[in-house]
Nanobody, 125 residues
Framework: QVQLVESGGGLVQAGASLRLSCAAS????????TAWFRQVPGEDREFVGA????????YVPDSLKGRFTVSRDRPSNTIYLQMNNLQPEDTAVYYC??????????????????WGQGTQVTVSS
């Protein structure tokens, strides 16, 4: 079992930055892939970025690259999502997820078997 707790969401103005944190417990993060997703009501959950269990690979989709960065801190068993130059279209609930089965980073939410409760990010124009 893996427990994930997100924090760091909030209300910001366009152009601001936020760093989301995801504290993992139950297993160490170097044993599974951890990822960030976001979801707007009525839409599918969108992959935002991930860190491979080895720590050697991170992946952010091209559409977000340059603004979003995923990282992790092994001693604290925490992963981070750094978001810069936030825009109103980034408004969503952001979720942390763990994939304990795959060997490679997957973008589909169905491969992730543990999820956090989510944290709201709201960007005003």
């Amino acid at each position: 079992q893996v427990q994930l707790v997100e924090s760091g969401g909030g209300l910001v103005q366009a152009g601001a930055s936020l760093r989301l944190s995801c504290a993992a417990s139950g297993r160490t993060i170097n044993n599974f892939i951890t990822a960030w997703f976001r979801q707007v009501p009525g839409e599918d959950r969108e992959f935002v970025g991930a860190v491979h269990w080895s720590g050697a690979t991170t992946y952010v989709p091209d559409s977000l690259k340059g603004r979003f960065t995923v990282s992790r801190d092994r001693p604290s068993n925490t992963i981070y999502l750094q978001m810069n130059n936030l825009q109103p279209e980034d408004t969503a609930v952001y979720y942390c997820a763990a994939d304990t089965q795959s060997s490679y980073i997957e973008q589909g939410p169905g491969t992730y078997d543990f999820w956090g409760q989510g944290t709201q990010v709201t960007v005003s124009s």
